[in-house]
């Protein structure tokens, strides 16, 4: 079990250098990622390489049994590269260049910059190669800005739409260019769509898609350079969980592992279900374990910080990724900087570099780590229940969100929380996944429905599966224009439903619903559902306009079923009685019911299973427990229930027997 800090020795002396690496050790710590912004340190002048202090560092953490990650250090240019080559620095949608001087400045279709973070990716990994602690790379740092319009930009989004769509017709025709006359004679007529409220929504979208494929085709150029160089280490990136501008299951794809930086302490502590949503997306990237690059060590903030971490809570927030499927984890940072932007961003230690209460924790924690490890081993989150993932209609409905604010992630948080807090676990998954092994699979929001997934999710309701959909699904074609049928299009019959109409619920108004789902209120949007075939769960009783059609339904279809909510309800206690309603029909059981506040999830393998609690609230919670537990935390047979502290967390290794092991993975 890899835990540990992110580290900057180049902003302290070196007489410090030794003082950290002791303290690290004797907090448990075990690994530190340096140098991802440090490429001037590294080639102060065009060609010319310092690793000397490099060298130096990774020598006294070594002295200490700590390893090394290092980042390719291209997210923040020297301010050589930004002088002798101004067409390195990417331009505004104005015209105007990206001044030098904060991060992430670079144009990615710069074939100078590609070339000279080559040049600083090739000499770092080939001198890092054959040192005995650096075990790993991290790419670049938070792919995802800066977006550029220069010129160069749009010669090569000209020629990425050439590649796609091979003739000018297909173009016109996937755009719909034909709308206000906006036919492109040459591919030189393409423009760069820069405003959202006036631009064509189908060329919006694939200047987002081409977008994305820069950074992974950048990312592209380092991964072949390690490789080469340095094939001993893994590679890795810290993405942002539920960050929306790339498509990050094709950045994930020549990673060894997925790592992420998870920030969830801000405001008033709340159970962290962005948090545990935005693991799992991460665990679904490549279908394996991550690591947690950068974690809340401390208050936050750049201009003002926000709130401290509250005794316990830095434990809270770390065993919640472990219990996600997090295998190594990092504290962002060590030590709070002194100097620049992030003075206000404070780490495990304060400015004044003494061990305090933030240290003592993490040390704590770092010590249940390592007793925990060998239980660890080979264990993953195995889940019974798919979300569909799909950034195709992330990016859709941020150009056109359809009633006011409808985004993809708030759809889909909505019916995630309800799983969270029924305590059974659940898998991110791409649209193209294999979903014959998920008893329920949930498309929240589905705007953009191409007809052969359209026709998958058909096949999988027909053949035993249970399919949860809800408004705005399947409005959209993969290119963003709208589908020429009724909705819900090609889901019509595993749905059972016909959707002729639909309408926004003004700010001031809200519709009761009610049915076997309970009293609710819906508000922003509803679909007008006429059954076809499908069974009504919920009605609008007292809209006269919306009397004769439905606010959910669930309809037979072959050996499964298909849910359709057609609108969006303000009571959480609603999406609870649905879920468990989709428990019920896919035969899911969860292996105990939380209390509130008091998240669940497995981490099983091939000899274990491991049940994880965490008490995300501020007063004790008593969970009644399954028998044949083992405590591993108190290293004791648990009893009939727990107790947990505000904060407190708790993990159980289930007794080896056959019929203790039913009990638990009849949920996995």
């Known amino acids: 079990m890899y835990v540990g800090v992110d580290y900057y020795p180049e902003h302290w002396p070196r007489a410090r250098w030794e003082t950290d690496a002791r303290l690290m050790q004797e907090a448990g710590f075990n690994v530190v990622r340096l ?41 923040v240019m020297p301010a050589w590269v930004a002088r002798k080559y101004p067409e390195t620095l990417a331009t505004r949608d104005t015209g105007a260049r990206i001044t030098w001087g904060v991060r992430k400045n670079n144009c990615f279709t710069s074939g100078t910059y590609r070339l000279l973070s080559e040049r600083i990716t090739r000499a ?98 380092q991964v072949q350079i390690l490789r080469a160089a340095a094939p001993d280490h893994f590679i890795t990136h810290n993405c942002m969980g539920l960050f929306s501008d790339l498509n990050y ?35 679904g990237l490549k279908r394996k374990n991550f690591w947690i690059m950068e974690q809340s060590a401390g208050p936050g903030g750049w201009g003002s910080f926000g709130r401290n971490p509250w005794p316990g809570e830095l434990r809270l927030v770390a065993y919640q990724q472990l219990a996600h499927g997090a295998d190594g984890q990092i504290w962002f940072r ?145 290119t963003n224009l709208c589908h020429d049928r009724t909705l819900p299009g090609l889901l019509a019959a595993p749905l059972g439903i016909t959707i ?54 669930r309809n037979r279809y072959g050996a499964g079923a298909g849910y359709y909510v057609g609108t969006v309800v303000q009571e959480p206690a609603f999406y609870d009685a649905l879920i468990a309603d989709l428990f019920a029909t896919a035969g899911v059981t969860p292996l105990l019911t939380p209390p509130p506040g008091v998240e669940v999830s497995v981490r099983a393998g091939d000899d274990t299973t491991l049940l994880f609690l965490l008490n995300q609230t501020q007063e004790p919670k008593t969970v009644a427990l399954p028998a044949g537990l083992r405590d591993l935390l108190a290293e004791a047979d648990a009893g009939a229930s727990v107790t947990l502290e505000r904060f407190g967390v708790a993990v159980y290794a289930l007794e080896k027997t056959p019929d203790a092991h039913h009990r638990l993975e009849r949920t996995l």
């Open 124 to 221: 770092m990994a080939t001198h890092f190669a054959a040192t005995p602690n650096v075990i790993g790379w991290q790419t670049d740092n938070e792919f995802g800005h800066p977006k550029c319009y220069c010129a160069t930009c749009r010669a090569e989004f000209q020629d990425w739409l050439r590649a796609k769509y091979g003739t000018l017709d297909a173009l016109n025709a996937a755009w719909g260019l034909h709308f206000w006359g906006h036919l492109v004679g040459t591919w030189g007529e393409v423009q760069l769509p820069v405003e959202p409220g006036g631009s064509n929504p189908s060329a919006l979208l694939d200047w987002q898609r081409f977008y994305s494929w820069l950074n992974v085709r950048f990312q592209h150029d």
């Open 500 to 553: 002729e109409e639909y309408d926004v619920v003004p700010t001031e108004l809200t519709y009761a619903i009610d049915g076997t789902l309970g009293a609710c209120n819906a508000h922003q949007y509803v679909d007008w559902i006429t059954p076809d075939g499908a069974a009504v769960l919920a009605r609008y009783p007292d809209a006269w306009q919306l009397a004769e059609f439905a606010a959910v339904t």
């Open 249 to 283: 299951y094709d950045l994930a794809a020549e990673l060894d592992h997925v790592s992420w930086d998870n920030y969830p302490v801000w405001g008033v502590p709340r159970v962290m279900g962005e948090a545990a949503a935005a693991a799992d997306v991460m665990r």
């Open 334 to 478: 060590w030590r709070t900087c002194t100097a620049g932007r992030e003075q206000y961003w404070h780490g495990l230690l304060g400015h004044d570099g003494r061990p305090l209460r933030r240290y003592r924790e993490a040390a704590q924690t770092a010590a249940e780590y390592h007793r925990l490890a060998p239980h660890l081993a080979g264990t993953t989150v195995h889940a019974d229940v798919a979300f569909i993932n799909d950034y195709a209609s992330i990016w859709a409905l941020q150009i056109q969100p359809g009633f006011e604010g409808n985004t993809y992630h708030a759809a889909l948080q909505r019916y995630y929380d309800a799983f969270l807090r029924a305590g059974v676990n659940v898998d991110m998954v791409p649209p193209d996944a294999d979903l014959s092994a998920y008893r329920i699979v949930v498309a929240a929001d589905l705007h953009v429905l191409p007809d052969a997934l359209a026709e998958r999710l058909a096949a999988y309701v027909h053949g035993g599966g249970v399919l949860l959909a809800d408004c705005r699904t399947g409005v959209k074609t993969e």
């Open 35 to 75: 140098a991802e912004f440090a490429w001037v340190m590294l080639e102060p002048d065009e060609g010319r390489f310092t690793f000397d202090w490099l060298d130096d560092a990774l020598a006294v953490l070594a002295d200490h049994g700590i390893a090394a990650i290092l980042g390719t250090p291209t997210a």
